[in-house]
């Protein structure tokens, strides 16, 4: 029905005249003069802050005072009705107490993301350094590297909070396991093995969070978050969506992969976020599991706030029906420890849930306290940020030269060179003269980010990356990705006939792999591996693949085809990918990065996704999941890279046993006398072993470079039990470092073995056990036996 409204057209015409002399005459009591030239310093334009004069006066601004007693004192001031307020990601000023509004949600995966409503480009920030996607970053498996990664974003995050474009609170990283090759959020994760996610996790977040950087005085530069705790891997897949997904997991497998990397994020990382996930496990949603959630706070030392991801408070009683009402789910999640919800659910139903009497005021009060100690230890109780440690940061700490240099580097060092045959690659610039480049990719500098980007400073495409080393030519090939038609076929085809190299760039983007959308297919999409075989045939000599996308890709009838000489896996390269990609071609950098996936055959995808277990079952036909336990055919297997260098190693110093002598007890030290048997193999429980750290031992090895080209080179030293075991890994990464190598020279690296961490494998039970006898140590084609004994 159409509503007709009884108009007054002389009160009309009278306002329309007053709001024209309004405008006219300008009044200054309503038309205040402002500027819209930058400001000389970013708080000069918005001075608003908390615990600005006349406010400055209350304890919770004292900063001579313990963290936790401003905390509980801003707690004790507030109204239950604005204490709910604030406990939603979009935080509520209270103008009485002069506390700022404040967003908790900005993201910074691989740089700062435009995602979340905390951060915007629109300010005089434009653009941020976008590194590469997290995965790539990863086979670079150089710890440093991340940590540096970790430390540029923090500093940016922080110069975009000052400019008033960003929160501090950024949720970021991602540490799930990369369990499954289809999951479309794989690309964002430091991929499928625990200790590899474990450690990108420590170092990024210590990066970030700049704790060392504040001196003695305690607080942080920026907020981490590890996410999503946990067992979370699947978007969209059959009938099982991540919002109502049910993820069935083993204690074995609970402990042995997917809790690791949480447990190293917050106890050796000290991340002050933990994000609980949208999936159940085991019958419980994350966000509403008292034993999962306390667990953090209890044995790892947890001292941060836990967010929901967004929306999960509602997925608990809209998608899961776990809960029967809505304030149920309030009051299961708020139970259960959860501090802060993205979303709206606490916002709207927290004061039902307590007139029912299913939560009580302390559980809000607790919230409150968790989420303000963060807010204070990143100083935003401190009265004027541009007094604080951070608070000189600005526009000009974005995008500076220095991060852009570090967006280069980790491109590089985490390319991954498949296939060279017959040393095609690096080209030589005395020989080559012309280079045709192909792909739908190849032009598309947006392509190079994955998801969870912003606005890129200076992207380069691989096309323009070329420019400086060699006459290039391009030719998309087809359409998009997608790769529907092959009406771009022959102009591929023909300038691959007239050119003396030829580049294709062939694989995913994130129509293909997203969050919300798995893969449904390991192989190239559409009429991608037909553009690759006509273009190959045209050519007078082998051609150069690169695969761009996260997940692992089918390329077995590239890996084979002698057209095919060179393979390079770029991953999502971020801004710099265009000239990273170039330098490796033509030899300015040597290759050195390792995979940090399993590449399967698209076979695999008859493997239910669903199915979480890592163990193969062979009564019911299930290979089992990751390099550490996966029993069936690879394409290439985690940890394999080439180099353009030939490196060799020797193994140094290593001892042939090791004696474990005792034990702990109620009464103290104890001779270790017994052990305990599984599968007729002895073993000793892990948390029963006092000496641990007097076991420890170094491994020396010996690298050597034979070629006339320096290499920055990976090694990874693996290990496994020689004797079988239930349950137990068919190999395990034990340790990796990166060096760099001189020409025709050898360096000696140690690398440090604690058996009660890496010997020991978890039981049934979700016990860490340390067996008894023979353990290998596996360094490419060499083996070391060592005994542990009684």
Known sequence: MVQKWPWNWNAIIVTLIFLKLLIIFKPKSLFPITSTAPSSHPFKSNPSFSCAPPHHSYPFCNTSLPIKTRAQSLVSLLTLHEKIQLLSNNASAIPRLGLSAYEWWSESLHGIASNGPGVSFSGPIRAATSFPQVLLTTASFNKSLWFLVGRAIGFEGRAMYNEGQSGLTFWAPNINIFRDPRWGRGQETSGEDPMVASAYAVEYVKGLQGEDLVGGDGGFMVSACCKHYTAYDLENWGDFRSFSFNAMVSKQDMEDTYQPPFQSCIEEGGATCLMCSYNRVNGVPSCADLDLLQRARRDWGFKGYITSDCDAVAVIYEDHKYAKAPEDAVADVIKAGMDINCGTYLSRYTQLALEQGQIQEEDINRALSNLFSVQLLLGLFNGDPSRGHFGKLGREDVCTLEHKKLAIDAARQGIVLLKNDKNLLPLKRTTITSLAI????????????????????NPISLFEGLQPYIKATYASGCGGTRCNSSD???????????????????????????????????????????????????????????????????????????????ILWIGYPGEAGGQAVAEIIFGEFNPGGRLPITWYPDSFISVPMNDMSLRPDPSRGYPGRTYRFYTGEVVYEFGYGLTYSNITYKFISVPDNITVSNTTSKSGLRKLTTHKTLDGIDYIDVNEIASCNLLKFEVQISVFNHADMDASHVIMLFGRASTSIRGAPRKTLIEFTRVHTESLNAIQVNIGIDPCKHFSIVNDDGVKILPLGNHLLMLEGLEHSISIEL
């Open 438 to 457: 192909i792909g739908p990719s190849a032009n598309d500098s947006s392509q190079l980010g994955g998801d969870y980007t912003g606005v890129p400073c």
């Open 488 to 566: 771009g076929f022959a102009e591929a085809i023909q300038i691959s006939r007239e050119a003396d190299a030829v580049v294709v760039v062939a694989g995913l983007d994130l129509s293909q792999e997203d969050e919300g959308r798995d893969r449904t297919s390991l192989l190239l999409p559409g009429k991608q591996m037909d553009l690759i075989s006509a273009v190959s045939s045209a050519s007078e000599r082998p051609i150069i693949l690169i695969l761009l996308g996260g997940g692992p890709i089918d390329v077995s009838f590239a890996k084979v085809n002698p057209q095919i000489g060179s």
